[in-house]
């Protein structure tokens, strides 16, 4: 047991690097990504590591490993503290012998160090100047005298809360390791002392137990353990003096040299005593154990009302080896027998397993985080980019449209305006007459009705008379001309003032300033205002008075005798019998489209404004996408293995690697048996030799990770990264997978029957379905990369080029027989999975594995390109079916609008099966000519990588 803890805090010590470089690496990519200015405060928020994960990734990552020994007595944390090292450091005195001037025992802290050494001092502070025993002679168990305090230094505080500090050369401390064996029998409360035991440690926690119970103080003590540190387990272990046994004086030397476990020292007691001796002292032992038992259900029963136990036991194998899924909680435990002592070792294995997979766990939730945040953000950026231009487009039809309709009325619609003006003043003439009868004038003072007025004077009054009766009609028939068109108000203006905001609101974001909507508001005012307002309307309602006030003839006054209501009624009605409607609306169509002209100009070059403002962002958030999508993202996948791939090793270790079962372009795959309660496995070896394989490397496990788990999709269920693979400077990634029996094209070549292959196209077609309904493409369907179980039951594997439409460059990438023609364009949707769907039933039908007769002619690849984008297909066979051929021939249409979509296509599948449930099979012998020779093309299973 002493010999294995050094070896897991060695491999603890080993595992903190790593996550401490992914944390660094980690945290300089989080701080790229903000000084991008790609992201808002909000978004970078939400990928930072919250402050408690922080507070647990220091305590773990950053402080040294502390064993703290708690316990009933300094005799029994003696006895774990000599169990641990393998050796009697510490003196194992009985708590009930005691001398006089004694009363208290020292904190002992065990640290490394090349040469032994002993030093007294503050808790972590400066050392005491005091003399030890320590000092005087060699020893090889610490002198009682240094580690008992006397009476009369409790008048010194300094004195009495030091600590034993002592630097041991042994392989346990060598990790940054420390052990802390707690003072016993002080003044100080649990709080007090726990806080400087564990002050600067990630603390395991043991308790010695040496009585049959808990006392009264001890519940207490553990109670604010518990409040203390709610989420630490420990290790609680019996460890009882030796006179409580009923031995006898022999036998008790012969306990007293076997130590505290008989594996540790049982060996050197037999060179030193008897054979015969220590038979007869493990014989009495092992009868003492058998009451020891009985005595500790107290014991057991207290722990378990203070919640450190269950009474519920569970399988302990069985919770190792679950599959992780979370955070792993380890519980504490009761050892009723010092000779179960080595069961520390799986303890402290599993408490340094849990800190190490909580903090990669937190580092990988971060980054999980980060990369949800990418593909939602590509996904915006990528639908900014499709809208915008539609959206301009759509603002520019609209408002042309508009215009068009504005002239129309304007020049075919005179003689309505004339009409509508003819019936507006005679419907209002009467009521026009009257209020001018009425109107007191504002602009001259009358005297009398008997005295005569100036020509000044009475030219004022005409105004006046004048001024009150067009505006009057004046308004009139603006409401009207109004009402007129008011049907543009939901022909156009909501959907295009709507787009038009929009458009202008992302300029306002980004301190640009847009003035297409003042435009179109131009061009509805001279729409005669569709919206009407006292502000909106006062424009219009001018010119059209000034207008009015042109056309009417000049009034032939003179100087009347006096000035009442009927020559107010004579004036009016003069001035309405001299208003030309013809000449007025001619005037009104003729202002009309002159404003329509100006305001549809000042339209278009707004609209160029705004769009040459979007063309500018849409490139930069092209450049954006571009960096999110090569750069940030494949970086942040890339720690997200890492990390994931270290839980991985640290709960069920580096798979055995079996017989090699296959081969690609980019790694082997291996045979394994068995490895994290998954069998069979295959093992996906890929050496990834630059920062480009590894980035694809990356996006492909994180994208089969994340997807849930389907029956048509191969699942990842884990990875491990060998490090010490070409002597660390490439290391090796390891993906495990389920093992499936073969692939399609083994399967095809090897005689699979008509039926199956039928059943194996639905398959893939559910599983092509599957992955877009997660938004992602695969793009690399093929043969190869469908494989069968025992059933035949057909699995799609190889996501390596698998990504969503949003994450996509456009890279020219997958094997070149089943590639869609738009793929060599660079733009392609999820419809490149239907054309290779199409490719891959063509060889379902056939039957065979043999190149088509068209791609055969093929010397090169770009003969190969040319010939697909000319439209050439693979050819019919004699024995497709029409409902197989018109299928093929529509899911690889050169045109990707016309492929049919894969809710449709199943359907069809299921009744080509349906229908030759109750007939043969097609044959497949065919001509010579047709079958050709097997395909001697490089191409046939060729790769191409994104670029």
């Known amino acids: 047991m002493a010999a294995n803890l050094p070896h897991e805090f060695n491999r603890y010590a080993k595992y903190c690097k790593h996550l401490r470089r992914i944390l660094k690496d980690t945290r300089h990519s989080f701080e790229d990504i903000a000084r991008s200015g790609y992201f808002d405060e909000e978004q970078l928020l ?26 009933q007595s300094f005799w029994a944390k003696s006895c774990v503290a000599n169990e641990l090292f393998g050796q009697p450091i510490l003196p194992t005195v009985p708590s009930g012998e005691t001398e006089k001037g004694y009363l208290n025992w020292r904190m002992v802290r065990f640290k490394y160090g090349t040469q032994t050494q002993v030093s007294l001092a503050l808790p972590n502070s400066y050392e005491l100047v005091e003399h030890l025993v320590s000092y005087d002679k060699p020893w090889h168990t610490v002198p009682l005298a240094d580690l008992k305090l006397k009476e009369e230094i409790h008048d010194d505080p300094a004195l009495e809360s030091a600590v034993l500090e002592i630097n041991l050369h042994h392989s346990i401390l060598k990790d940054d390791v420390q052990i802390v064996v707690s003072p016993s029998n002080c003044r100080f409360t649990l709080e007090q002392f726990y806080d400087v035991c564990t002050e600067g440690l990630s603390p395991i926690l043991i308790y010695a137990i040496e009585s049959e119970s808990l006392n009264q103080r001890e519940i207490t003590e553990l109670i604010e353990l518990k409040r203390k540190a709610p989420k630490s387990p420990i290790f609680f272990i019996c460890a009882r003096p030796q006179q409580s046994c009923e031995l006898t004086e022999s036998e008790q030397h012969a306990r007293s040299s076997l130590g505290t476990s008989t594996q540790t020292w049982s060996h050197s007691y037999q060179e030193r005593s008897p054979l015969h001796h220590y038979q007869l002292a493990r014989k009495r032992r092992e009868s003492f154990d058998v009451r020891l038992r009985k005595t500790s259900l107290t014991l057991f029963q207290q722990l378990c009302g203070l919640g450190f136990l269950n009474m519920l036991p569970q399988d302990v194998n069985q919770k190792r080896h679950r599959r992780y899924s979370g955070t792993i909680d380890v519980d504490s435990e009761l050892v009723e027998n010092f000779e179960n002592f080595p069961s520390i070792l799986l303890y402290v294995r599993q408490n340094l397993q849990a800190r190490l997979v909580n903090i990669a766990k937190i580092l990988n939730d971060a980054h999980n985080r980060c990369l949800r945040m990418f593909i939602m953000s590509a996904f915006s950026m990528t639908w900014d980019m499709i809208i915008t231009p539609k959206r301009l487009d759509y603002a520019r039809q609209r408002e042309a449209e508009l215009y068009e309709s504005l002239m129309k009325i304007a020049n075919e619609n005179q003689d309505e305006i004339r009409k509508l003006i003819v019936e507006t003043i005679d419907s209002m003439k009467e009521e026009l007459l009257e209020r001018a009868s009425k109107h007191e004038f504002q602009g001259v003072q009358l005297s009398g009705q008997s005295e005569p007025i100036s020509t000044r004077d009475l030219h004022v009054c005409t105004t006046e008379i004048q001024d009150l009766v067009l505006g009057t009609l004046n308004s009139a028939v603006a409401g009207k001309l109004i009402g007129s068109v008011d049907y543009l108000r939901e022909s156009f203006i909501g959907t295009l003032e709507r787009c038009l905001g929009s458009l202008e609101k992302v300029c306002k974001e980004s301190g640009e300033s847009v003035q297409a909507s003042n435009a179109l508001k131009q061009i509805l005012n001279a729409a005669y205002q569709v919206e009407v307002t006292v502000k909106t309307s006062s424009t219009f309602l001018r010119a059209l008075f000034e207008k009015m006030k042109q056309l009417v003839q000049a009034l032939p006054w003179k100087t009347p005798p006096h000035i009442d209501k009927d020559w107010k009624r004579k004036v009016a009605s003069d001035m309405l019998a001299s208003l030309s409607p013809l000449r007025l609306s001619r005037s009104i169509c003729s202002q009309f489209r002159e404003r329509l002209k100006t305001s549809h100009d000042h339209f278009a070059a707004s609209l160029r404004q705004l769009e040459a403002i979007h063309s500018g962002r849409l490139e930069r958030t092209e450049e954006q996408r571009l960096k999110v999508r090569k750069v940030h993202a494949p970086r942040i996948a890339k720690y997200a293995l890492e990390s994931t791939s270290l839980t991985d090793m640290i709960l069920f270790g580096m798979p055995q690697i079996g017989r090699e079962i296959g081969r690609g372009q980019y790694g082997v795959v291996y045979a394994c048996d068995s490895w994290g309660g998954f069998s069979p496995c295959a093992i996906k070896s890929v050496v990834p030799p630059d920062d480009k394989h590894w980035n694809d490397l990356a996006m492909e496990f994180y994208y089969t990770r994340s997807i849930p788990e389907h029956d048509r999709i191969v699942q990842i269920s884990g990875s491990v990264i060998d490090h010490s693979y070409g002597s660390g400077s490439t290391p ?13 094209y083994s399967a095809i070549k090897m005689g699979l ?4 292959r039928l059943q194996v196209a639905l398959d893939v077609v559910e599983g092509i379905r599957f992955l877009h309904s997660q938004g992602l493409v695969h793009r690399d369907i093929k043969l190869k990369n469908v494989l069968l179980d025992k059933r035949n039951r057909a699995k799609i594997t190889d996501l390596g080029f698998c990504k969503p439409e949003a994450m996509m460059s456009g890279s020219i990438v997958g094997t070149p027989i089943h590639m869609a023609p738009e793929l060599f364009s660079g733009r392609y949707d999820n419809s490149v999975d239907v054309y290779a769907f199409g490719i891959l039933f063509w060889y379902i039908c056939a039957g065979h594995v043999k190149l088509p007769y068209v791609f055969e002619q093929c010397q090169s690849k770009d003969q190969l390109w040319n010939a697909v984008r000319r439209g050439a297909r693979p050819e019919r066979l004699p024995q497709f079916d029409d409902d197989c051929w018109q299928l ?15 809710g449709d296509v199943e359907p069809r599948l299921t009744r080509i099966m349906e ?19 097997l395909s001697s093309s490089p191409y046939i299973d060729l790769e191409f990588c994104p670029g």
């Not at 402050?51 to 490993?65: A, G, I, R």
């Not at 993906?735 to 029996?741: A, D, G, P």
Request: with cysteine.
């Open 888 to 902: 093929m021939e529509e899911c690889w249409a050169g045109d990707p609008g016309q492929r049919p979509l894969l």
């Open 46 to 71: 939400e990928i930072r590591l919250k402050p408690k994960d922080v507070q647990t990734v220091q305590e773990v990552l950053f402080q040294s490993v502390g064993i703290v020994i708690l316990g």
């Open 915 to 933: 229908r030759y449930m109750d007939k043969p099979a097609p044959s497949s012998r065919l001509l010579e000519k047709e079958v050709g020779f």
């Open 753 to 756: 029957d008509w039926m199956c």
């Open 732 to 744: 090796a990634v390891l993906l495990i997978m389920e093992r499936l029996q073969r692939d399609l």
